[in-house]
Each structure stands twice: as structure tokens, then as C-alpha cells.
T-cell receptor, first 109, second 113 residues
């Protein structure tokens, strides 16, 4: 299966702390993407990292990709209440785009 | 502003009726997708289209049908053959099928009773 698997399924931290989510997969990939979903809304694209890249940054977000371990991590630094959402990784391999189950992140004030 | 629009936001139907969900984009994207999301779950791919007049089945296409007659539009019909149609449906588009981010609509919540 090309499905990514996020870990942990749920994460609860205090505002200001860093949050790290992981995504593992089993097949070769063209790219891996991270998305955020607020409750009852569509998904918002955060970062796309290609298979030949190892790290990308966007504001408070940092994504790493380790193709030898078939895993990626999303780090959110200095978390805010507005970061409370579900975070999904999507694996793009040879054919279909497949989402993982997501990590539910809760930022406590 | 460019974007992707799904309508309606909420839809109620009686069991046995077909229903069509609308998805329109003005981003000039070639690829479009339909996903289904169940409570607390990830997204499962129903159908995707890499280019106008072409579409492919995803992982859970049974009971669904689509058309792609125009680049801007990718309607999804939920037929009476779909056993558990109540769900949150998300439409997305991307510049091309490979190596480009997806832009999502805000979804349609379908309830069938």
C-alpha cells in the first residue's frame, strides 16, 4: 500500500511548545506532502517535499524526509492555539495520491 | 480570487435517491479529485481526473460516478448502489497530477436517511 501512516494519532501540548508528527510509508515515492485540516473544513496544503530533498522550511514549519527509512516528520515550532487541527501526510508514488489517517493536534492555552 | 467551490455545504437525501455533488474550480488546473472522509478518519480516494474527458477509479469507486466534460467542473454522483453514502465529501484540484499541491474545497456533508 502507498498509504502514509501518521504517528502519533493524537498529540496534546501546551501553547508555545514544539509539536512533532511523523509519517511512515512502504513504497517508493515521487513526493510527500503535508496538509492541515480544521474541523469540518477542507484541507490546506502546508509543504511538498520531493524525493530528492531532505528538508524544507515554511515559517514555523519544518519538514524532513528520510527516504532510506521511508519516513517524514513535520515540526511545528512555538505552537499557537490556531495550530489545533488534524495533520495529514500524502504519499505520491507511481500512481494514486493516498492519504494517511492523520494526527489530531491539540494546543492547550 | 481563484479557488475551488463545492456546493451545497450540507445535503440531505432519502435512501434510494441519486444525488450529485458539485465541484467547480477556476484555477485552470488539469487534475481534479474526489475524496470521502468518515468521522475521525483519513481521506479515501473515490475518483480522479488527470485531464478533461478522462477519469480513473480510486480506491472506493463502487456506487459513485463522475464526469469531466469541462476543465472547470468535476461533479460526483452518489448512486443508490452506494451502501453507506453518509459522509463528508471533499473535492480537490492540482495543476498537474504529479508533483503539485492539492487545493481543496470546503466540502459537502451528505446525510442519507
Amino acid at each position: 500500500s502507498q498509504q502514509g501512516e501518521e504517528d502519533p494519532q493524537a498529540l496534546s501540548i501546551q501553547e508555545g511548545e514544539n509539536a512533532t508528527m511523523n509519517c511512515s510509508y512502504k513504497t517508493s515515492i515521487n513526493n510527500l506532502q503535508w496538509y492541515r485540516q480544521n474541523s469540518g473544513r477542507g484541507l490546506v496544503h502546508l509543504i511538498l517535499i520531493r524525493s530528492n530533498e531532505r528538508e524544507k522550511h515554511s515559517g514555523r514549519l519544518r519538514v524532513t524526509l528520510d527516504t532510506s527509512k521511508k519516513s517524514s516528520s513535520l515540526l511545528i515550532t512555538a505552537s499557537r492555539a490556531a495550530d489545533t487541527a488534524s495533520y495529514f501526510c500524502i504519499i505520491q508514488g507511481a500512481q494514486k495520491l493516498v492519504f494517511g489517517q492523520g494526527t489530531r493536534l491539540t494546543i492547550n492555552p | 480570487d481563484g479557488g475551488i467551490t463545492q456546493s451545497p455545504k450540507y445535503l440531505f437525501r432519502k435512501e434510494g435517491q441519486n444525488v450529485t455533488l458539485s465541484c467547480e474550480q477556476n484555477l485552470n488546473h488539469d487534475a481534479m479529485y474526489w475524496y470521502r472522509q468518515d468521522p475521525g478518519q483519513g481521506l479515501r480516494l473515490i475518483y480522479y481526473s488527470q485531464i478533461v474527458n478522462d477519469f480513473q477509479k480510486g480506491d472506493i469507486a463502487e456506487g459513485y460516478s463522475v464526469s469531466r466534460e469541462k476543465k472547470e467542473s468535476f461533479p460526483l454522483t452518489v448512486t443508490s448502489a452506494q451502501k453507506n453514502p453518509t459522509a463528508f465529501y471533499l473535492c480537490a484540484s492540482s495543476i498537474q497530477y504529479y508533483n503539485s499541491p492539492l487545493h481543496f474545497g470546503n466540502g459537502t456533508r451528505l446525510t442519507v436517511t
